[in-house]
Nanobody, 123 residues
């Protein structure tokens, strides 16, 4: 049974930082590209970071480039999202996701999803 379990969300002030983590199980983690999506109320789901199987390839949209960093530890079946200089517009539910194809993931598709963790940026 595939599971992606996120943690690390919460309330943070503008300009602050959060680190999200996702632990995967039930599949061969190192065979899958990993990513983080987010969805705010009334908005479409958005990919905010993706990383290839070995961590050599990464993708960020302009909205988070330079502020967010994705990393993975294949030995621990874990992917992280370090979020710095957070803005109120970053408020959303953040989802961990996996796809066996990096191109598919960066195109917005995922084969496995986590349950999501809330990130709220507010003073």
């Amino acid at each position: 049974q595939v599971q992606l379990v996120e943690s690390g969300g919460g309330l943070v002030q503008p300009g602050g930082s959060l680190r999200l983590s996702c632990v995967a199980s039930g599949y061969t983690f190192s065979d899958y590209a990993m990513g983080w999506f987010r969805q705010a109320p009334g908005k479409e789901r958005e990919l905010v970071a993706a990383i290839g199987w070995l961590g050599r390839n990464t993708y960020y949209p302009n909205s988070v480039k330079g502020r967010f960093t994705i990393s993975r530890d294949n030995a621990k079946n874990t992917v992280h999202l370090q979020m710095n200089s957070l803005k109120p517009d970053d408020t959303a539910v953040y989802y961990c996701a996996a796809h066996s194809g990096y191109v598919h993931l960066t195109g917005g598709s995922a084969q496995y999803w986590g349950q999501g963790t809330q990130v709220t940026v507010s003073s």
